[in-house]
């Protein structure tokens, strides 16, 4: 038993540091993930401190990670690990059970585990946490009581430092499908031998006050007291979907430019996925970097799901002087993790990235990017 105590922990405090090291490298989609589950459970007032829960959930999950490992406080680490499995394996379950949370977002970008695998996985989790638990008062600290404990706090703080480099820059380590190198068009299309969507035609009609879904088979029993509402398509069974499936670029009245701006030689987008939310002291050198760009004439678009409106206020109060174009706010949000950040693409080929903190100099990017025909 204590055997299986020791090995249950190294299993365990590795897989805890992971995990928590992939979200703390990208803290910011871990808190758009923890969004969809404060929508979920109809607490959306939660999301002001999202971003706050992101980084103390990742180091919380590293400094157990590490106690694990070294066996600190193995009293409070194995209550406090009990507590942490037991409400994921109840949030996993739900999302499983009911289809609400297609990604539990475990191991961010880095590996997407369906509903059912993530609560599985935290089954086995609990298996093996269990196992310390029973032989926590047994298990002695590899430093020593209290180095022990000054390392695990180490690991704590080293996260959250971690993380808000993360948050103030981009990722150290981007697994998403807009990273740097990485081919926007490539990304687009469904591997070889992917399964697509299983769709059956349903109808749906109204009785007595109510709408009903018939199938082919159902519509041959009804009679004239059924109200016809409408036809449409149902997916039962969801196929496989390309890494990038939801990016596309528009104009104010709906024109399709996706791909007219991914054939272009050079293009630099500046997402701002929320144009109120957008850091406005990045402005004026953004609005230098345009001028340049126009002068070697080299487009440059900015990209926001904000509506036109809003879109022209703020281009008039910062004297910009490019055009704003529509994307979903959930494509800009995954292309870069800054509000705004700035993308350039050569023939759809993601060839670099920066965050509004790290806005570049025209001459920087053009001796590095440009003038290189790589």
């Not at 935290?122 to 404990?149: C, N």
């Not at 981007?174 to 490539?186: H, L, T, W």
């Not at 104010?252 to 272009?264: E, K």
């Not at 494509?331 to 060839?351: E, I």
């Amino acid at each position: 038993m204590k055997f299986l105590a020791n090995l249950s922990r190294l299993l365990v405090g590795v897989l805890f540091i992971i995990s928590g090291f992939i979200k703390a490298n990208d803290p910011l989609g871990f808190s758009y993930k923890l969004d969809e589950y404060f929508v979920v459970f109809n607490m959306p007032w939660l999301s002001f401190a999202s971003l706050f829960l992101a980084v103390v959930i990742c180091a919380f999950e590293i400094g157990l990670g590490v106690a694990m490992l070294i066996g600190a406080k193995m009293v409070h680490t194995a209550w406090s690990s009990l507590i942490m499995i037991v409400f994921f394996t109840f949030l996993t379950f739900y999302s499983w059970k009911f289809d609400v949370v297609k990604d539990c977002g475990c191991f961010g970008d880095a590996l997407h585990l369906t509903p059912y695998q993530s609560f599985m996985k935290d089954v086995v989790l609990l298996v093996l946490i269990m196992f310390i638990f029973l032989k926590r008062h047994q298990i002695s600290p590899l430093f020593g009581h209290r180095p022990s404990t000054y390392v695990a706090y180490g690991g704590f703080l080293a996260s959250i430092i971690f993380s808000i480099y993360c948050i103030r820059h981009l990722p150290v380590i981007d697994f998403r499908p807009y990273a740097v190198g990485k081919n926007i068009p490539e990304g687009m299309k469904l591997p070889p031998g992917a399964v697509t969507d299983s769709v059956v035609m349903v109808f749906l009609y109204e009785k007595d006050g109510k709408q009903i879904e018939l199938d082919m088979e159902g519509i041959k029993s009804i009679d004239e007291t059924y109200k016809f509402i409408d036809r449409k398509d149902k997916i039962i069974r969801e196929g496989d979907k390309p890494p990038i499936h939801d990016f596309s670029i528009t104009t104010p009245d709906g024109t399709d430019l996706t791909s007219d701006i991914l054939d272009q030689e050079a293009v630099f987008l500046l997402v701002a996925y929320d144009i109120s939310k957008t850091c406005k002291n990045v402005q004026p050198n953004v609005n230098d970097f345009v001028a340049l760009c126009q002068k070697e004439k080299i487009e440059f678009i900015g990209l926001t799901a904000s509506v036109p409106a809003e879109v022209d206020v703020f281009r008039h109060e910062h004297n910009s002087s490019f055009d704003y174009y529509s994307c979903d706010a959930t494509t800009l949000k995954t292309m870069v993790r800054s509000n705004p950040g700035l993308m350039l693409l050569k023939k759809g080929t993601v060839v670099a990235m920066w965050h509004h903190n790290d806005f570049p100099s025209f001459d920087e990017v053009k001796s590095l990017y440009l003038n290189n025909p790589k």
